[in-house]
T-cell receptor, first 113, second 113 residues
Framework: GAGVSQTPSNKVTEKGKYVELRCDPISGHTALYWYRQSLGQGPEFLIYFQGTGAADDSGLPNDRFFAVRPEGSVSTLKIQRTERGDSAVYLC???????????FGQGTRLTVV | AQTVTQSQPEMSVQEAETVTLSCTYDTSESDYYLFWYKQPPSRQMILVIRQEAYKQQNATENRFSVNFQKAAKSFSLKISDSQLGDAAMYFCAYKTSGSRLTFGEGTQLTVNP
């Protein structure tokens, strides 16, 4: 597809379970970002990849959160031992090399019950 | 740390009228970028307009224009001839080259027919 694709669109999980959220960026975009958006708030930065490596992971809230981008394209955000406070929309964005505009996916709404 | 503040949680405008959304930011950087994003209920962030800090001229995109006051660290969005499709959450955002976006809290815009 032409845009950033995120799957699943919605995910409901039980407290304590493990979840994976996937982001497929625009082809050729080297920069990839994950953000978390709680209800009624602006997105908050989680992690930024440049190629395969995490250039900035300072936004990850704790060690239950981890993200990978092994081949420099698709990225997976992994959350262990989910808590109700993890419920939010998780947004992914990508940018081309040297670009300043970020292109966003439609997000994954995670609900922890 | 950079911060972005949107002091208007909600705004409303009559169709065909003009509305201005406010945004202020705090940074010690001299070179940066400012953005306004629109987020409809579909959740996808859509870029409305962008401004490079080194440019004195205010950006304009059709019915959307900004008033960028660098010294005052102010970046407001003016929507002219408002349309029903403009109704959405609007986010002001800041970034420096090669870094993440920092978002404000958002302004919910309602357009009344």
């Amino acid at each position: 597809g032409a845009g950033v694709s995120q799957t699943p669109s919605n995910k409901v999980t039980e407290k304590g379970k493990y979840v994976e959220l996937r982001c497929d960026p625009i082809s050729g975009h080297t920069a990839l970002y994950w953000y978390r958006q709680s209800l009624g708030q602006g997105p908050e930065f989680l992690i930024y990849f440049q190629g395969t490596g995490a250039a900035d992971d300072s936004g990850l809230p704790n060690d239950r959160f981890f993200a990978v981008r092994p081949e420099g394209s698709v990225s997976t955000l992994k959350i262990q031992r989910t808590e109700r406070g993890d419920s939010a929309v998780y947004l992914c964005a990508s940018s081309p090399t040297g670009g300043t505009e970020a292109f966003f996916g439609q997000g994954t709404r995670l609900t922890v019950v | 740390a950079q911060t972005v503040t949107q002091s208007q949680p909600e705004m409303s405008v009559q169709e065909a009228e003009t509305v201005t959304l406010s945004c202020t930011y705090d940074t010690s950087e001299s070179d940066y970028y400012l953005f306004w994003y629109k987020q409809p209920p579909s959740r996808q962030m859509i870029l409305v307009i962008r401004q490079e800090a080194y440019k004195q001229q205010n950006a304009t995109e059709n019915r959307f224009s900004v008033n960028f006051q660098k010294a005052a660290k102010s970046f407001s969005l003016k929507i002219s001839d408002s349309q029903l499709g403009d109704a959405a959450m609007y986010f002001c955002a800041y970034k420096t080259s090669g870094s993440r976006l920092t978002f404000g809290e958002g302004t919910q815009l309602t357009v009344n027919p």
